[in-house]
């Protein structure tokens, strides 16, 4: 009898070259569930990983970057996963239609390309890293972390800020309170804190690291601003 995956002879219940089993287990209820924890990573720690990221950010991170990998669920899959479930949160609770509005912004690609940043907030928080992380690797210099490294950082504060606001946002819905900006201060003041933790918990590092964070993310939407009006202007 041959392996149904490397075709090697089998003399056991799984194959001793590429380690598949002899025999496949019928699919059900158990293995849907296992393989949509297998893909999320939540047999990882969802819940270990948000504790962590609320009590000590910038520690956990930097432990994940140099020491350990198995513990927080992997940074693409997090900030996917809480950008994903903000919003649905939003598209349930439209929360997001008493701040964000773009209804007084003249036709064009400028108003297309902050609709779709606001439709697509798992990828354009991703994209918005980039920019903040090209200002902390700027004012981080003497730190040897790379620039990769700290768009794995990026990508657990981003994803915790997305929890916050939809958390915020939802609240909001019942009450007539501006919950969610003050949930978008409390994610600049969470960015600050967990950034600054992770290089060093100085005071000067929670300076850079405001500072940073304000000036990518200003970045960010002065190019996507250019990105418009030059697609504007190509066009005409």
């Known amino acids: ?15 001793a070259e590429c380690g598949a089993p002899a025999k496949l287990k019928r699919i059900d209820a158990h293995y849907i569930i296992h393989e949509i924890e297998h893909v999320l990573h939540l047999d990882k720690g969802i819940f270990y990983t948000l ?13 994940f970057i140099l020491e350990t990998r198995n513990r927080l669920v992997k940074p693409i899959i997090f900030i996917i996963l809480t950008s994903l479930v903000y919003s649905i949160l939003n598209s349930t609770f439209h929360f997001e239609d008493g701040y964000v509005t773009y209804g007084s912004l003249p036709d ?3 108003k297309k390309i902050l609709t779709w940043v606001q439709s ?37 504060v981003v ?14 819905s019942f009450t007539s309170w501006p919950l969610t900006s003050i ?30 964070y304000l000036l990518g993310y200003m970045s960010f939407l002065i190019v996507l601003l250019l990105v418009g009006f030059l697609v504007d202007l190509v066009l005409k």
Request: net charge positive; charged share 15%; proline share 1%.
């Open 120 to 156: 697509h907030y798992g990828y354009a928080n991703i994209l918005m890293s980039v920019f903040i992380a090209f200002w902390l690797k700027l004012f981080f210099r003497k730190y040897e972390f790379n620039f990769f490294e700290i768009i794995i950082l990026l990508c657990y």
């Open 51 to 63: 504790k962590e990221l609320f009590i000590r950010p910038g520690k956990s991170v930097r432990e």
């Open 1 to 15: 009898m041959n392996c149904k995956n490397c075709g090697a002879d089998l003399s056991g219940n799984f194959c």
């Open 183 to 212: 949930g978008a201060y409390l994610f600049f003041l969470y960015a600050t804190w967990a950034i600054g933790q992770f290089y060093e918990s100085k005071f000067a590092n929670y300076l850079k690291a405001f500072f940073a």
């Open 159 to 172: 994803g915790v800020g997305m929890i916050l606001l939809g958390v915020f946002g939802v609240l909001e």
């Open 108 to 110: 064009g690609s400028v």
